[in-house]
């Protein structure tokens, strides 16, 4: 929780814990664009400075916060963040004015590393498929999590891998 917000991370891993490869995704996926642009309209979301440069341009109606080390960065008018902590504050000022209660984190690998402690939810789409990449994700300590959600969906003509929707919240004791 940060400021009376939910915490939550999203993201879409191979069986083999890959998240990324030379700059980009390494799957064309279209049902799970679908489930990220669901859980992620309206709401915060922070990503590092990378992935703000691999996305295919701004995603309607849902404000970016980037993460660098760079001060002067310039993230085409979107806030930019150089700490943690700012990119939260940034963040829970923008869910308030909003009216939500989530923050998203979508990435990449190092931004999921560097707010671990901090994730409530994670958003969890299992790639059905092991394949060469350069980003890697986890693996969760799956004991700390609870499943409150999952769907399983198939390989199909804008699908390349089988793959399954799982919600985990963190459970408290
Ligand atoms: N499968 C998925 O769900 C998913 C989701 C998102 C991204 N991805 C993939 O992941 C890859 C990108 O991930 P990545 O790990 O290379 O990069 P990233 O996490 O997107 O961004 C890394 C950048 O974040 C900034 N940063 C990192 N730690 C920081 C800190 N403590 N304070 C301030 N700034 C900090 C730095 O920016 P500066 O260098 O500017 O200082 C760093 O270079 C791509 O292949 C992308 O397609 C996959």
């Known amino acids: 929780m940060f400021k009376g ?7 879409a891993v191979s069986e083999n814990n890959v998240i990324g490869s030379d700059g980009d995704l390494p799957w064309r996926l279209s049902n799970d664009l679908k489930w990220f642009k669901k ?4 709401k915060p979301m922070i990503m590092g400075r990378k992935t703000f440069q691999s996305l295919p341009g701004i995603l309607p109606n849902r404000t970016h916060i980037i993460l660098t080390r760079d001060p002067s960065f310039q993230g085409e ?7 943690m902590e ?6 829970a000022k923008d869910a308030n004015e909003k009216s939500v209660s989530e923050i998203m984190i979508i990435g990449g690998g190092e931004i999921y590393k560097l707010f671990a402690d901090q994730i409530d939810r994670y958003y969890l ?5 092991e394949l060469d990449g ?32 799982r919600i985990l919240e963190r459970k408290t004791e």
């Open 134 to 165: 350069d980003t890697f994700f986890g693996p969760l300590a799956e004991a700390s999590w609870r499943e409150t959600f999952q769907e399983v969906h198939r390989t199909s003509e804008r699908d390349d891998f089988p793959h399954t929707f």
């Open 5 to 11: 917000n939910i915490v939550s991370a999203i993201l």
């Open 77 to 83: 008018g979107n806030p930019v963040a150089t700490t």
């Open 39 to 42: 859980n992620t309209l309206n």
């Open 86 to 91: 700012q990119a939260l504050e940034i963040a």
């Open 125 to 129: 789409t299992r790639v059905h498929t």
